[in-house]
């Protein structure tokens, strides 16, 4: 059975910092790139940042680069966010997501049920 299962949300103020975890299961994680998105109420989901399936190369949104960074270790089957500065506007439910291209146009991909954030003094 595959799983993804998200952990690390929580209530922060302002400037505060969490880590999310993303642990993968029934899958063989380490061929998934990982994606982090975010969904605040009343708004789209959004791609926040990715690592590849080897760790090698990150990528962020404008919006949180510099205070996100996402990591993997695929020994532990695990996906990490951490996320520091952390204002009002970083709240929302955030998704792991693992993604591999198989065919042109064709994706599998495997979701997290989704962890809260909210910042809030």
């Known amino acids: 059975q595959v799983q993804l299962v998200e952990s690390g949300g929580g209530f922060v103020q302002p400037g505060g910092s969490l880590r999310l975890s993303c642990v993968g299961s029934g899958f063989t994680f380490s061929s998934y790139r990982l994606r982090w998105y975010r969904q605040a109420p009343g708004k789209e989901r959004e791609l926040v940042a990715l690592?590849?399936?080897?760790?090698?190369?990150?990528n962020y949104a404008d919006s949180v680069k510099g205070r996100f960074t996402t990591s993997r270790d695929n020994a532990k089957n695990t996906a990490y966010l951490q996320m520091n500065s952390l204002n009002p506007e970083d709240t929302a439910v955030y998704y792991c997501?693992?993604?591999?291209?198989?065919?042109?146009?064709?994706?599998?991909?495997?979701w997290g049920q989704g962890t809260q954030v909210t910042v809030s003094s």
């Open positions: 690592v590849t399936s080897t760790g090698g190369v990150t």
């Open positions: 997501n693992a993604n591999r291209p198989l065919l042109p146009g064709y994706d599998v991909n495997y």
